[in-house]
Each structure stands twice: as structure tokens, then as C-alpha cells.
């Protein structure tokens, strides 16, 4: 005996085989009393749950307040809503759920047409009830795979989501394995070269600093914020009677020096990582108007994170204690720089420049200071704190 339809909700999954499995539910949506009462027992005696619906409203009724459905079987020509327009309304509420239109021989062509908008199959009526059991496990088989599959996939996701932040965490390790190479290659200048030590912290992060002002993009930054830190290595290659010469250089001796940039490119460029760093360290000394070295680059032909540095370094130049001279201020430096622009410095550059206040850089020198050997290429990760 085929119960009503209001006796039949979530609690009324019938279990079966040894009562491991609960009995798939499979609405089905009929005006005639006779024809869904019929495929109620049909289904019902091979363990299916059956839920009846006389029309497509009070199916979406079962839909939206007693879900999920396995399988909808539906009728197409009915009063109120049709079989049509409930198939357009489950494939919003139940997507995954297949639907299958059981049609009299003259409505196929509807039939046809609503597989087209997403029916999984069409039942024609008379029916046997090995076509109508045939017919609900294919669709039901089809469902099961539908489900496999956005398990599937969903774990899929999971998994490359995982794999990606693992990754994702090996490559920022070993980035940060790389700044720390280049920490000790930087020290390693500092010991050598002690008039200008600090030097290389604080014109990196003064660099890193403009940069972002001047809306280079934080990867790009990365690699600015390398060159700039590495900027002078190439005097590692200078002979120390010549680095370390107290007065004056002789011009011999300065055109040595000058090497320097060329010996830092051909140190570095050799590393995958550092080519684009290499670059700047090979452009650091290039004049805006053609006049620097050792390449007399001008204008744009000198590489954006070299022309930044360039304003970067003069500003540490002219504010830091040499042998020679006591640091001087800020005020001065800023009226040199722009006093400069154009011929040693990039305009644009310079304009950014102009528009920041002496307390970014008195900050910066401090936060150098305060921790001497933390490193300014950590701050390319958390630049937006520099903002003002």
C-alpha cells in the first residue's frame, strides 16, 4: 500500500539490504491520481522511497521544505505549473538531482525538448514496469557519478590548494634562504669597506621606500630592493689599496674604481635570481643625461630601480657622516637632489621624492640604527607600512 505523500519526509527512508542503505527517494509529479500511485508501487517493491506530487507547485513544495531527491519523475502536460516549467525551477534548486519527463506518445517532441534544457530522459506512457525501473537506474547511476565526480573534483581542489601553498611556502624559504646569502655578501662589503658601513641597510630601504611611492609593483620591488643592497659588491673586486685610500684618487686609480659596476654585473648576473638585480648594480652610477658611467646610459635606457637607487643613494650620501665632511641635513639634501634633476636623476623620480616627508627617511635611518642587522629586504614583504 503506497502511503500518502504527507506521511513521507526525511524520517521516512526505508532501509534495505540488511539495513546498511537507506532507499533512494524519487519524487514523482502526476495529476493523475491512477498514474503516480501505480509508479508508487512500482518503485515501492523494489526499494525505492516514493514521494508523491499531484502538480509541479506542490512538488517544489517537497523540493524546497523536504530535500534532498534522488530522482524526479515527472509528467509534462499538467495544470499550474508543467512539467517544463518545474524542470527549470529544480535545475535551480537541485541541480544535481536528474529529472526524467514521462510523456505520452504524442508530447515526444516536447519530451526532446526539454532533454535539451536538461532532463536526463523521457519516459513514454504505457510503460511497462521494467522500462520504468531500467529507466530510474540509469538515472539514478548517472546521479551517483555526477556526485563522484564533485567529490572528486572538490578534493582535487583541496589537493592542489594544498600543493600550491606548499609551494608557495618552499619558494618564499627559499627566497628568503637567497636574502640571506646575499645579508653575508653584504657584510662581507661592510668589513671591508667600514667609512661606509650601514650604507648598503639604509639606501635599500630608503630605495624600497621610493619605489613603492612611485607604484612599482611589490615583486618588482623585491628586485630593486636586491640590487640596491648589492649595489657596491663589486668592490669587493677593487684593490684594497685603492678602496681604502685615504686622500684622493689618482685617475688611474678612479677609472679602477669605476670598474666596480661591471665587476658587481659580472658576479651576479651569473645567478638565475639576481639577473634583474644584476642589471641595477651594472646601471647605479648612469647619469639621467647621459654623462655617468660606465655605459653612458640616458633617460629611460637606465633601468627604473637604477634611476630610483640613484635618488635613493645621494640622499644617504648627503645625510650620512663621511671623513671628510659632517652629515648634513635633510633641507640641503632635498634642494641638491632637485637641483640635480634632470642631469644625474630622473625628473619623475625626483618629483616623487619631493612629495615625502623628512620623517619617512629619519624613521628608516632609525629603524637601521636601532637594529643594525635586521634586514631591509624584509621590508618589501610589509612596504605598505612605509606609506604616508
Not at 609593483?217 to 623585491?222: C, F, I, K, V
Not at 648612469?286 to 655605459?295: D, V
Request: proline content about 5%; some cysteine.
Amino acid at each position: 500500500m503506497v502511503r500518502d505523500p504527507k506521511e513521507w519526509g526525511p524520517s521516512t527512508l526505508v532501509a534495505w539490504s540488511g539495513g546498511q542503505l537507506a532507499a533512494e527517494r524519487i519524487l514523482i509529479v502526476d495529476d493523475e491520481p491512477y498514474v503516480r500511485t501505480l509508479m508508487a508501487a512500482m518503485l515501492e517493491k523494489s526499494n525505492y522511497a516514493p514521494v508523491l506530487a499531484s502538480n509541479g507547485l506542490e512538488a517544489i513544495e517537497h523540493v524546497e521544505h523536504d530535500p534532498p531527491y534522488d530522482l524526479i519523475l515527472s509528467d509534462i502536460v499538467m495544470n499550474g505549473l508543467d512539467g517544463i516549467g518545474l524542470l527549470e525551477r529544480i535545475r535551480e534548486l537541485q541541480p544535481d538531482t536528474p529529472m526524467v519527463m514521462v510523456t505520452a506518445i504524442h508530447d515526444v517532441a516536447v519530451a526532446l525538448s526539454a532533454m535539451r534544457k536538461g532532463a536526463y530522459d523521457y519516459l513514454l506512457k504505457p510503460f511497462e514496469k521494467e522500462q520504468l525501473l531500467v529507466t530510474v537506474r540509469r538515472a539514478l547511476d548517472y546521479r551517483r557519478l555526477v556526485q563522484q565526480n564533485s567529490v572528486y573534483r572538490h578534493n582535487l581542489e583541496q589537493l592542489v590548494s594544498a600543493r600550491t601553498e606548499m609551494l608557495r611556502q618552499a619558494m618564499a624559504d627559499l627566497e628568503r634562504s637567497y636574502d640571506i646569502t646575499l645579508e653575508a655578501l653584504g657584510d662581507a662589503l661592510d668589513l671591508k669597506d667600514a667609512e661606509t658601513e650601514g650604507h648598503s641597510r639604509r639606501v635599500t630601504a630608503y630605495t624600497i621606500a621610493l619605489a613603492r611611492h612611485c607604484g612599482v609593483e611589490l615583486a618588482q620591488t623585491r628586485v630593486i630592493a636586491r640590487g640596491a643592497f648589492l649595489h657596491d659588491i663589486g668592490k669587493m673586486a677593487i684593490p684594497d689599496a685603492i678602496l681604502l685610500k685615504p686622500g684622493a684618487l689618482t685617475p688611474e686609480e678612479t677609472s679602477i674604481m669605476r670598474e666596480h659596476c661591471a665587476r658587481g654585473y659580472q658576479i651576479l648576473r651569473k645567478i638565475p635570481f639576481l639577473e634583474e638585480a644584476a642589471e641595477i648594480v651594472y646601471s647605479h652610477q648612469e647619469f639621467f643625461n647621459g654623462n655617468g658611467y660606465p655605459r653612458g646610459l640616458r633617460g629611460e635606457e637606465i633601468p627604473l630601480g637604477a634611476r630610483i637607487f640613484s635618488v635613493a643613494d645621494a640622499l644617504d650620501a648627503i645625510t650620512s657622516d663621511r671623513p671628510y665632511r659632517k652629515a648634513r641635513s635633510y633641507l640641503l639634501a632635498r634642494k641638491e637632489i632637485e637641483r640635480c634633476a634632470g642631469t644625474q636623476f630622473d625628473p619623475s623620480v625626483v618629483e616623487v621624492f619631493q612629495e615625502l616627508p623628512d620623517s619617512l627617511w629619519e624613521d628608516l635611518r632609525a629603524e637601521m640604527t636601532r637594529h643594525p642587522r635586521f634586514s631591509p629586504l624584509s621590508f618589501a614583504g610589509a612596504i605598505e607600512d612605509l606609506k604616508v
